[in-house]
């Protein structure tokens, strides 16, 4: 495995994720539509034809390509170093840009210039999981800034428990409205402290779509969510209907006895995510 491998196929994951939606995200619109109220459906039916011009023409989903957050779970045995992965998925973020071609996205907050490649101070946003072995896994996460707008940290009276999360997370799609172009797709965060419920929140959008938790707890609570938002009737593109969020999906780590710390990270109809997977001569690139 040569870090120049690597770098292709981080690219093939990028422009895989961009132009491409993955099954569990398109099987759950689908199942939407069938459900849908006439006004609800025409807006499923123009997002799921723009699924299919943008695989057909291997075309970026939406103009806004996203700002770029990569996850890596790396083994200790991983015969290429953190550093050089870290030098990796820079330069296929600048390489997709130039080649898909992208949207740049990254804007220098003090001269408000556009990098024009989407690297920039701290972007893309790499975050960093050690485990033992030899293998790599990496998530491609790009987001768009409609839905990154209306992402909320809420500090709940611990004494409210779960109920209080729940009231948190529906007034924040409440608050949100058509912004994050409905229905979206909700990561919450429960637990830790305020970076983690925020970053746990973002990274519970990598789980699939058209599941729920394996514990059962957590599955009733996605469940109850998802419920009680549709019942907000805000619809596909804020446009009224039955589906305002397509599915919630939860993270949580352990919380202090005075914080009840909730992250609320939306993700739009357009969930892009991509993974690439190495182990030993093995690369795998998948949605
Ligand atoms: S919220 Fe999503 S679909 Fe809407 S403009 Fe942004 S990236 Fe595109």
Same mark, same amino acid.
């Given at each position: 495995? +040569?870090?120049?491998?690597?770098?292709?196929?981080?690219?093939?994951?990028?422009?895989?994720? *961009?132009?491409?939606?993955?099954?569990?995200?398109?099987?759950?619109?689908?199942?939407?539509? *069938?459900?849908?109220?006439?006004?609800?459906?025409? @807006? #499923?039916?123009?997002?799921?034809?723009?699924?299919?011009?943008?695989? *057909?023409?291997?075309?970026?989903?939406? @103009?806004?390509?996203? #700002?770029? +957050?990569?996850?890596?779970?790396?083994?200790?045995?991983?015969?290429?170093?953190?550093?050089?992965?870290?030098?990796?998925?820079?330069?296929?973020?600048?390489?997709?840009?130039?080649?898909?071609?992208?949207?740049?996205?990254?804007?220098?907050?003090?001269?408000?210039?556009?990098?024009?490649?989407?690297?920039? @101070?701290?972007?893309?946003?790499? +975050?960093?999981?050690?485990?033992?072995?030899?293998?790599?896994?990496?998530?491609?996460?790009?987001?768009?800034? $409609?839905?990154?707008?209306?992402?909320?940290?809420? +500090?709940?009276?611990?004494?409210?428990?779960?109920? $209080?999360?729940?009231?948190?997370?529906?007034?924040?799609? /409440?608050?949100?409205?058509?912004?994050?172009?409905?229905?979206? /797709?909700?990561?919450?965060?429960?637990?830790?402290?305020?970076?983690?419920?925020?970053? #746990?929140?973002?990274?519970?959008?990598?789980?699939?779509?058209?599941?729920?938790?394996?514990?059962?707890?957590?599955?009733?609570? *996605?469940?109850?969510?998802?419920?009680?938002?549709?019942?907000?009737?805000?619809?596909?593109? =804020?446009?009224?209907?039955?589906?305002?969020? /397509?599915?919630?999906?939860?993270?949580?780590?352990?919380?202090?006895?005075?914080?009840?710390?909730? =992250?609320?990270? /939306?993700?739009?109809?357009?969930?892009?995510?991509?993974?690439?997977?190495?182990?030993?001569?093995?690369?795998?690139?998948? @949605?």
């Amino acid at each position: 495995m +040569s870090s120049n491998l690597l770098l292709k196929k981080v690219v093939e994951a990028i422009t895989l994720a *961009e132009c491409n939606l993955p099954p569990d995200v398109e099987n759950i619109i689908r199942r939407a539509y *069938e459900t849908e109220t006439e006004m609800g459906k025409a @807006q #499923l039916k123009a997002i799921l034809e723009n699924v299919r011009i943008a695989r *057909e023409m291997r075309a970026p989903i939406c @103009q806004d390509t996203g #700002l770029f +957050s990569y996850y890596v779970e790396i083994g200790d045995d991983f015969p290429i170093r953190a550093s050089k992965i870290k030098k990796v998925l820079i330069d296929a973020t600048v390489e997709a840009t130039r080649s898909i071609p992208l949207r740049p996205n990254a804007i220098d907050v003090l001269t408000e210039k556009n990098t024009g490649n989407n690297v920039g @101070q701290g972007i893309p946003d790499i +975050s960093w999981d050690h485990v033992d072995g030899n293998t790599l896994r990496i998530a491609v996460l790009p987001k768009g800034g $409609g839905s990154s707008y209306v992402a909320k940290l809420h +500090s709940i009276p611990p004494a409210k428990g779960l109920k $209080g999360v729940v009231e948190a997370v529906i007034r924040s799609v /409440f608050d949100a409205g058509s912004m994050p172009c409905p229905p979206t /797709f909700v990561g919450i965060g429960i637990g830790g402290t305020e970076d983690l419920a925020m970053k #746990l929140a973002k990274k519970a959008l990598l789980a699939r779509m058209d599941e729920n938790s394996k514990n059962e707890e957590l599955a009733k609570l *996605e469940r109850e969510i998802v419920d009680k938002a549709n019942s907000l009737g805000i619809g596909p593109m =804020g446009l009224g209907g039955r589906w305002t969020i /397509f599915n919630a999906r939860i993270e949580w780590a352990s919380r202090h006895p005075a914080t009840l710390l909730t =992250g609320v990270c /939306f993700s739009c109809w357009a969930l892009r995510k991509a993974f690439v997977e190495v182990s030993g001569d093995e690369i795998r690139v998948y @949605q």
